[in-house]
């Protein structure tokens, strides 16, 4: 009898460690199922930004929570918090998809995985206005940026007047943090690899520097927004160069003047003193009065060959452009466009 009470106890007691244990396995399934089901949960809002200025968890948690909305930027920040996240190394720029989990972008941030931000910049004049585009989707500021170009620029051996040589109007992409110094060498990176030996050489036998043609090349970009007449106007201002002519460039008036809206120029405006005046110094200006497109540099480069000396903006205001080999031709040319300029009022 003894045995059998042994047994059964032994029995029961096996049993309730059994429930136990099965009630333990149990939890631990609903506390897993709990726990994925928490960091699983996907971003249902529309595809945004998450940036990260400042090094701190208090910044790192507001950009979550401000952007991403209370549960699921919580939800984020926790998934980064467990995983071991340093603010110190996730400073930087994260692009957030519909449908991505909260595991997976608290992993991304943890890891610093940043999301390129593009830069884009065209139709650039100055350098001022180039680093106000660059820096507008960047962490530094126009400021930074300006600082960069004198420590690197200058490094390389360009004049202030010759910095906008160094860029190409593109898309770029770069990481949101990166420093302005590293993105002025990466630019700078592109400007070398486009002047290859043969670029150089070709320069070169125009009596140009690489700066010389981007000054070139500048002064056709200002003169027409044609890109199949530009190679033409190329050649009218190498033309000049070759024979001492001054390049007398209504461009190079507006850069000098750092009044861009001028439609007409008048005998005024050439009187004024400055380096870029090319109706009173003969050569070229300091440097390039625009960043200019790889395209318009290849087109001074191939210029194809004519005589002319003069050119006159059509009358019928199509963009093209009159050219003239002789000054009597030329100034037939202007009575014809001024005459149109005054019968619709544009002074």
């Known amino acids: 009898m003894k045995l059998k009470t042994k047994s059964k106890t032994k029995s029961k007691s096996n049993r ?3 429930i136990i244990a099965i009630g333990v396995v149990v939890l631990l399934l609903i506390a897993v199922a ?4 928490y960091s699983l949960k996907k971003y249902e809002g529309e595809t945004c930004w998450i940036k990260i200025p400042t090094p701190t968890e208090a910044a790192l948690k507001d950009s979550l929570i401000s952007n991403l909305g209370s549960d ?3 939800r984020v920040y926790q998934m980064w918090y467990i995983m071991g996240g340093n603010v110190e190394t996730s400073q930087g720029a994260y692009k957030v998809e519909p449908g991505i989990s909260a595991f997976s972008l608290g992993k991304a941030i943890k890891n610093n995985h940043q999301t390129p931000v593009r830069v884009v910049f065209n139709n650039v004049r100055t350098m001022d206005l180039l680093a106000e585009k660059i820096s507008r989707n960047m962490m530094f500021d126009k400021e930074d940026f300006l600082k ?6 200058l490094a390389e051996g ?3 007047e ?5 860029f190409f109007p593109d898309t770029y992409e770069f990481y949101w ?8 060498m990466r630019l700078l990176d592109y400007y070398k690899k486009f002047w290859t030996e043969e670029r150089v050489a070709k320069a070169a036998e125009m009596g140009l520097t690489p700066v010389q043609v981007s000054t070139v090349a500048s002064i056709v970009e200002e003169e027409t927004n044609k890109a199949d007449e530009r190679p033409k106007v ?4 190498l033309n000049r160069l070759k024979i001492g002519m001054k390049l007398q460039a209504d461009p190079t008036i507006k850069f000098g003047l750092g009044d861009f809206s001028l439609r007409r120029i008048t005998l005024e405006h050439l009187k004024v003193e400055s380096p870029y005046n090319t109706y009173k110094h003969k050569g070229l200006p300091p440097g390039p009065i625009r960043v200019v497109s790889k395209s318009t540099l290849e087109g001074v480069l191939d210029a194809p060959k004519h005589n002319y000396l003069y050119m006159c903006a059509k009358e019928d205001f199509s963009g093209y452009h009159n050219f003239a080999e002789d000054y009597d031709t030329h100034l037939a040319n202007a009575r014809r466009y001024q005459a149109e300029l005054n019968k619709r009022n544009i002074k």
Do not use: I, T
């Open 16 to 18: 309730k460690m059994l």
């Open 34 to 37: 709990c726990g994925l089901s």
């Open 72 to 74: 699921y930027g919580l």
């Open 148 to 153: 960069a170009c004198d420590d690197v620029l």
């Open 158 to 160: 360009l004049k202030k």
């Open 162 to 166: 010759e910095f906008p040589s160094a």
């Open 177 to 184: 943090n990166a420093s302005p110094q590293k993105v002025v």
């Open 234 to 237: 190329a050649r009218l201002y």
